[in-house]
Antibody, heavy 120, light 107 residues
Framework: QVQLLESGGGVAQPGGSLRLSCVASGFNFSSYGMHWVRQAPGKGLEWVAFIRFDGSYQFSADSVKGRFTLSRDNSKNTLYLQMNSLTTDDTAVYYC?????????????WGQGSLVTVSS | AIQMTQSPSSLSASVGDRVTITCRAS??????LGWYQQKPGKAPKLLIYAASRLQNGVPSRFSGSGSGTEFTLTISSLQPEDFATYYCLQDYNSPFTFGPGTKVDVK
């Protein structure tokens, strides 16, 4: 079965950095684009960024553009989110999600989430 | 960016009720829309993709319709496990945007 397991969350100071990882299993990771989605405490869902199956391109929300970078290592079935210049507005649970095969860019499977708290 | 709105923002219903949630896009998005269900403390679950296609394993009481700018999610007979928050998401173009959510709770 498809499994996505995020790690790397924690507490960071404003202006600091964190790197999230997402290890995938149960599907051919190298064939699927991947997303990051976040949810601030008590708030709705916000799409963050997408990376193509081969890592050849990515795009992101304006709120993180220039600060967050996606990468992937298909040999390790792992997706990464490098988050720099963090602000308190970045406090959220971060989910990695797999692109659905029969939709445009929707995601069908999600990880359990990793909490990132930005606080001084 | 395409703005997504949902109505109502919350509703109270009983088991067995028919529930309809509406999602509107600020511009036409063809049928590039999905519906997700989220329960507290859990990751969202995909219910419907391409506006009307039922995701594998999702009960047939869930259905979706619409195209262009107006979409609906219908639960034909609400079950106890359906009390949750529902979000629409447009995947027509980036940035992909969610609606604000509709919370379905017990009347």
């Amino acid at each position: 079965q498809v499994q996505l397991l995020e790690s790397g969350g924690g507490v960071a100071q404003p202006g600091g950095s964190l790197r999230l990882s997402c290890v995938a299993s149960g599907f051919n990771f190298s064939s699927y684009g991947m997303h990051w989605v976040r949810q601030a405490p008590g708030k709705g869902l916000e799409w963050v960024a997408f990376i193509r199956f081969d890592g050849s391109y990515q795009f992101s929300a304006d709120s993180v553009k220039g600060r967050f970078t996606l990468s992937r290592d298909n040999s390790k079935n792992t997706l990464y989110l490098q988050m720099n210049s963090l602000t308190t507005d970045d406090t959220a649970v971060y989910y990695c999600a797999k692109r659905a095969p029969r939709a445009s860019f929707l995601f069908d499977y999600w990880g359990q989430g990793s909490l990132v708290t930005v606080s001084s | 960016a395409i703005q997504m709105t949902q109505s109502p923002s919350s509703l109270s219903a009983s088991v067995g009720d028919r529930v309809t949630i509406t999602c509107r896009a600020s511009q036409g998005i063809r049928n590039d829309l999905g519906w997700y269900q989220q329960k507290p403390g859990k990751a969202p679950k995909l219910l419907i993709y391409a506006a009307s296609r039922l995701q594998n394993g999702v009960p047939s009481r869930f259905s979706g319709s619409g195209s262009g700018t107006e979409f609906t999610l219908t639960i034909s007979s609400l079950q106890p496990e359906d009390f949750a928050t529902y979000y629409c998401l447009q995947d027509y173009n980036s940035p992909f945007t969610f609606g604000p959510g509709t919370k379905v709770d017990v009347k």
